[in-house]
C-alpha cells in the first residue's frame, strides 16, 4: 500500500502564494507520474499539474503561468507552486501519484487526503 501525505494548504489573500506538498511512502519501486488534482465546491475535479517520469509536465489553462510542479525523485515527494492566487483557485487540493510497487509489475494509483486552499479577502 502507498500513502500520500500533503500539507501547505490555508487562506491567503488574492495575489498572495502558497506552496503545497505531497509525500509517497511504502513498498514503493518507482514513481511515474505525479500530479495535483483540485476540486472547488459544486464542481467536478480536475487536473491542476502533472509530471512524469522524466520530467515532462503539463497544466490546466487556468494556471499556467502561475503554478510550478516539482519533483523530487529521491525523496518521493511533489510540490506546486502556488503565485498570483485568485479567488477561483480557492478548492480542496489532491495529491495523486502512479507508482510501480514493490513485488508487482503493474501501476498503482494513489490519493491524498487532500488540502484545503483558500483565496479570500
Not at 12 to 35: E, K, N
Not at 102 to 121: A, C, E, H, Y
Amino acid at each position: 500500500q502507498v500513502q500520500l501525505v500533503e500539507s501547505g494548504g490555508g487562506l491567503v489573500q488574492p495575489g498572495g502564494s502558497l506552496r503545497l506538498s505531497c509525500a509517497a511512502s511504502g513498498s514503493i519501486l518507482s514513481i511515474r507520474t505525479m500530479a495535483w488534482y483540485r476540486q472547488a465546491p459544486g464542481k467536478q475535479r480536475e487536473l491542476v499539474a502533472v509530471i512524469a517520469n522524466g520530467g515532462s509536465i503539463n497544466y490546466a489553462d487556468s494556471v499556467k503561468g502561475r503554478f510550478t510542479i516539482s519533483r523530487d525523485n529521491a525523496k518521493n515527494t511533489v510540490a506546486l507552486q502556488m503565485n498570483s492566487l485568485k479567488p477561483e483557485d480557492t478548492a480542496v487540493y489532491y495529491c495523486h501519484v502512479r507508482s510501480v510497487v514493490v513485488g508487482t509489475r503493474s501501476d498503482f494509483l494513489s490519493w491524498g487526503q487532500g488540502t484545503q486552499v483558500t483565496v479570500s479577502s
